[in-house]
T-cell receptor
Framework: GEDVEQSLFLSVREGDSSVINCTYT??????LYWYKQEPGAGLQLLTY?????DMKQDQRLTVLLNKKDKHLSLRIADTQTGDSAIYFC????????????FGSGTRLSIRP | EAEVAQSPRYKITEKSQAVAFWCDPI?????LYWYRQILGQGPELLVQ????????DSQLPKDRFSAERLKGVDSTLKIQPAELGDSAMYLC???????????FGNGTRLTVT
């Protein structure tokens, strides 16, 4: 069945780059998403990538997709304290009834 | 920017009581989702609507949970009776469908005592 896996924790120094990794199993996945969740809040869409792309950049965020290995990563450049949150990877297969499957989330903490 | 509205923000109830959550999606979004998020985990889909029709409720505990979206706009999720294990964040999301990104509300934090 479909599954999305992420490492649970990541700690980086302020100003460094953060790289959050995700693997997925559904080869028919067509969209892959990154969401950010701050304490007590809902999920905020950060960015998403279509499976026929291998990279997408949006300001400090860079998404890399390796479709052969079913590996997705999110790089945050110049990490700031406001980036502290839980980051969720999610996948869906294209259809009008597409189901979005989420990973368990990676908690990013920032060291001064 | 348009948002998904959810209420209440917090709900504390005793076990065996009934609770209901409300969601108003972004205008024009035909697809509406209810997710449950247990602390420390990712969201799990409970039910998905396309307009007023349920397209996926395979993970909805139908003996106690019900969901409706009568006019294809706002939606209500009900739990009756609530159990201690239902304590979680209940998130509503909407999208245009077809793989379009989901937009989430701020959720309802349910505590069952």
């Amino acid at each position: 069945g479909e599954d999305v896996e992420q490492s649970l924790f990541l700690s980086v120094r302020e100003g460094d780059s953060s790289v959050i990794n995700c693997t997925y199993t559904d080869s028919s996945s067509t969209y892959l998403y990154w969401y950010k969740q701050e304490p007590g809040a809902g999920l905020q869409l950060l960015t998403y990538i279509f499976s026929n792309m291998d990279m997408k950049q949006d300001q400090r965020l860079t998404v890399l997709l390796n479709k052969k290995d079913k590996h997705l990563s999110l790089r945050i450049a110049d990490t700031q304290t406001g980036d502290s949150a839980i980051y969720f990877c999610a996948e869906s297969a294209y259809s009008s009834a597409s189901k979005i499957i989420f990973g368990s989330g990676t908690r990013l903490s920032i060291r001064p | 920017e348009a948002e998904v509205a959810q209420s209440p923000r917090y709900k504390i109830t005793e076990k065996s009581q009934a609770v209901a959550f409300w969601c108003d999606p972004i205008s024009g979004h035909a697809t509406l989702y209810w997710y449950r998020q247990i602390l420390g985990q990712g969201p799990e889909l409970l039910v998905q609507f396309q307009d007023e029709s349920v397209v996926d409720d395979s993970q909805l505990p139908k003996d106690r949970f019900s969901a409706e979206r009568l006019k294809g706009v706002d939606s209500t999720l009900k739990i009756q009776p609530a159990e201690l294990g239902d304590s979680a964040m209940y998130l509503c999301a909407s999208s245009l469908g077809g793989g379009s990104p989901l937009h989430f509300g701020n959720g309802t934090r349910l505590t069952v005592t």
